[in-house]
T-cell receptor, first 113, second 115 residues
Framework: DAGVTQSPTHLIKTRGQQVTLRCSPK?????VSWYQQALGQGPQFIFQ???????QRGNFPDRFSGHQFPNYSSELNVNALLLGDSALYLC????????????FGSGTRLTVV | AQKITQTQPGMFVQEKEAVTLDCTYD???????LFWYKQPSSGEMIFLIY??????QNATEGRYSLNFQKARKSANLVISASQLGDSAMYFC????????????FGAGTTVTVRA
């Protein structure tokens, strides 16, 4: 049973560019959350998608946007990249019945230069 | 205000000994859940243990146990019989209320197990 799959694993982008990160949830999960983890810090909640809608959003600017597809997979898009966007981006999936069972992927490490 | 506080940036523990990782939390919601995750150098967050605010007993999962002191707003993780593979970053996290879906994480504690 595959867990949460994220792609790519590593990415280097130039300041001002745009990036798309992808996430496939664990089988049986229909909810996807995205987190940003700066080096040496705990993850920060970006947003959560359920039924193809953004259900909740953290304190992140509009440059961060997302999408959820009918198969529950999700994308995180970041526009106008800043050096401060360099971080590990984690995707977590859960089922809608009881969300305590968050399963995380291994993350995408984004470096903005 | 910080919702999750982990005051120990790093800890060393001898193999086969127990270690306690501190976590205090701040919420006014009577319904909340507390989580502990392990993050090895690979980056994946691995779920360890969960404690609900209404749970009467402390949670246990194998070598992991959670010392839940509700009045003190404390949820310390105890790892018994430490193994070399336990060396990792450990995060305490909280989910508040029924309509809040996000996890709020602490800054983490790095555990290094010595042979």
């Amino acid at each position: 049973d595959a867990g949460v799959t994220q792609s790519p694993t590593h990415l280097i982008k130039t300041r001002g560019q745009q990036v798309t990160l992808r996430c496939s949830p664990k089988s049986g999960h229909d909810t996807v959350s995205w987190y940003q983890q700066a080096l040496g810090q705990g993850p920060q909640f970006i947003f959560q998608y359920y039924e193809e809608e953004e259900r909740q959003r953290g304190n992140f600017p509009d440059r961060f946007s997302g999408h959820q597809f009918p198969n529950y997979s999700s994308e995180l898009n970041v526009n106008a990249l800043l050096l401060g966007d360099s971080a590990l981006y984690l995707c977590a999936s859960s089922d809608s019945l009881f969300n305590y069972g968050y399963t995380f992927g291994s993350g995408t490490r984004l470096t903005v230069v | 205000a910080q919702k999750i506080t982990q005051t120990q940036p790093g800890m060393f523990v001898q193999e086969k000994e127990a270690v306690t990782l501190d976590c205090t939390y701040d919420t006014s919601d009577p319904s909340y859940g507390l989580f502990w995750y392990k993050q090895p150098s690979s980056g994946e967050m691995i779920f360890l243990i969960y404690q609900g605010s209404y749970d009467q007993q402390n949670a246990t999962e194998g070598r992991y146990s959670l010392n839940f002191q509700k009045a003190r707003k404390s949820a310390n993780l105890v790892i018994s019989a430490s193994q070399l593979g336990d060396s990792a970053m450990y995060f305490c996290a909280m989910r508040e209320g029924l309509g809040d879906y996000k996890l709020s994480f602490g800054a983490g504690t790095t555990v290094t197990v010595r042979a």
